[in-house]
């Protein structure tokens, strides 16, 4: 029962952390002085809501590695999936505001001498379709790859390194001009979002809230996962996988159903970044995005939920200082940062913050159960 | 040729395993009745492990018939399948989920629908829970149910995974070396409670602790090679001339 309300207890933090944040950054953009030190800059406001999008994915992640062993190093396709996802959509926005004025056709498109849009763009125009694209497809991705992967019992290090190939072979395809994604430079100039143009503070504002709010119910609806008897079958097939089988647990369906649910939260968390970063193209596929959010897990602590969110935090405000500061360093940094954690913290900061906090909690009863003894002997 | 229809529990009929040309198994035979323990005994690589690997559905043979029931082929079926057959496995070495705690071990383990959808909207009804009682109390583990099952002794894992399996509610056991690493008094407890087990359920163990088989006083069989070398009461298959050769050496 104890850690049951310890675990109530962090879900208390984030949902409350994420509130404050949906709250107060809008107050601090729109009613703080400007002069003053509370305020948050407009450009600072998408900046925050990608962080929120890199924990939502983040979040993800930990779902499958933390809790069912499954290391996925090719999430960020998942990611970028629901990212072009979102990107057709705004596509389809401008209209004809782009530069060669189609009023269907997408620029490039026209500038590839396309006559007409193809099959798989029809509907990206109605935004209930993209949003169902959004999960629909990294679902799809997710479940085809995974069907194959975990029958075959494919797992460890060599799951990590197809999961690594899936993201690259879609990078390459998605490279290509007639992929009809918009090649190298991806999909971009984006107008507005449901009639809301997205260069407007309040547009940002509403999609930061929106991305606190998304990252909120993704946390919740993990923790709701990760504590349900289906919660236990996935810790026991990360601990002792060939065990679970033999209990009668089909450890590939769990696998598969863990597997499609994390894709679409990733999807979700690239879809909402999109938006408040103004572009999507295939370097998003790239295998090192995917690899980082292994890192943003590893500092946060893994298996622990929490964890995820706050090391996906922590790592790209790093990040952003870093870039600004010493940019050549950040690489050299993040690698760095990984072997830290790896040998010296290896379950994180959450993990060891809770190893330190239980230590001293038992040295205090300790303290307190000595003097009712000697009490007691006189 | 259809598959004889034999009133056993478990019916083996020339099984053999072949790992790269070696014969793991060899035309193995081996029948085990409703409700009977029989301890099954033999040198290292004898193929008792290899045996229980058919059982449950872990390695397929190259040859032979598996039959459950008189009527469920396990040589088709997968681990799940068997698992949910009613054929539960206790491995060599404890394998209990560490992380977890002991009653979550035994949640895991009782007899529910297993599916994923099942799972995540699972409750646990007040009967479960009674049964929980029983079963944490059948293991002696009530003081522990809150424990992670790793902060435990190696003879108290060895007894929940036990539990583990008389949750699972199987009609036969597989019991691998439930003595190894026991001190004497666990090992005896074990006999008791494996003979409490054996009245309602069929029972293979699997073990090196001779004593510990004769404590048992059920039928033995002798494994040699991947074949039955001898079979009956423990006095009988020890007098055979073969198994002291096997044992003591050619």
Known sequence: ?378 | MTAPITPALLYLDNITVTFDGFRALNALSLAVDHAEMRAIIGPNGAGKTTMMDVITGKTRPNQGTALFEGSHDLTALDEAAIAELGIGRKFQTPTVFEMHSVEDNLLLASRSRRGPFSTLFARQTPRERERMDMLLDRVRLTAHRRRKAGELSHGQKQWLEIGMLLAQEPKLLLIDEPAAGMTDQETADTVDLLRDIATTKAVIVVEHDMTFVRDLGVKVTCLHEGSVLAEGPLDAVSANERVVEVYLGR
């Open chain 1, 1 to 378: 029962m104890r850690t049951r309300s310890v675990l109530d207890r962090q879900t208390i933090v984030v949902i409350g952390f994420l509130a404050g944040a949906a709250m107060l950054v809008p107050i601090f953009n729109g009613l703080v002085a400007q002069d003053s030190a509370l305020h948050v800059p407009d450009h600072l406001v998408p900046l925050l809501g990608k962080y929120l999008c890199f924990a939502l994915l983040a979040l993800s992640v930990d779902l499958i590695w933390g809790f069912c062993g499954i290391l996925s190093l090719g999430h960020g396709a998942f990611f970028a999936l629901g990212g072009y996802a979102m990107g057709m959509y705004l596509m389809r926005q401008v209209g004809s505001r782009g530069v060669y004025a189609h009023p269907v056709l997408p620029d490039f498109m026209v500038f590839l001498n396309w006559q007409e849009l193809p099959w798989f763009w029809y509907g990206s125009d109605i935004f209930p379709i993209a949003v169902l694209m959004v999960v629909l497809a990294p679902g799809i991705l997710a479940l085809a790859f995974g069907w194959f992967a975990f029958r075959s019992r494919v797992t460890g290090v060599y799951l990590s390194i197809i999961t690594q190939a899936m993201t690259f072979a879609l990078m390459l395809a998605f490279f290509r001009n007639d992929m009809g994604f918009g090649g190298n430079n991806g999909l971009t100039d984006f107008k507005d979002i449901l009639g809301f143009p997205l260069q407007a503070g309040s547009t940002r504002l509403v999609l930061f809230v929106v991305s606190a709010i998304a990252l909120g119910l993704g946390y919740l609806l993990c923790r709701w996962l990760v504590e349900s008897k289906f919660g236990k079958v996935l810790v026991a097939i990360r601990d002792a996988e060939n065990r679970t089988r033999f209990l009668g647990y089909r450890v590939e369906r769990y696998k598969l159903t863990v597997f499609i649910i994390s894709a679409m939260l990733a999807g979700l968390a690239g879809a909402l970044y999109v938006p408040q970063v103004g572009i999507i193209n295939p370097g998003e596929f790239a295998p090192e995005n995917s690899i980082e959010i292994v890192i943003w897990v590893a500092v946060g602590g893994r298996g622990t939920l929490a964890g995820a969110i706050l090391g996906a935090l922590v790592v790209n405000a790093g990040k952003t200082w870093f870039t600004g500061a010493l940019p050549e360093f950040w690489l050299f940094a993040l690698g760095g940062l990984f072997v830290f954690v790896t040998l010296l913290m290896p379950r994180g900061i959450l993990g060891t913050g809770q190893e330190l906090w239980d230590r001293m909690r038992q040295r205090s009863q300790l303290h307190q159960a000595a003097p009712a003894t000697s009490q007691a002997a006189e």
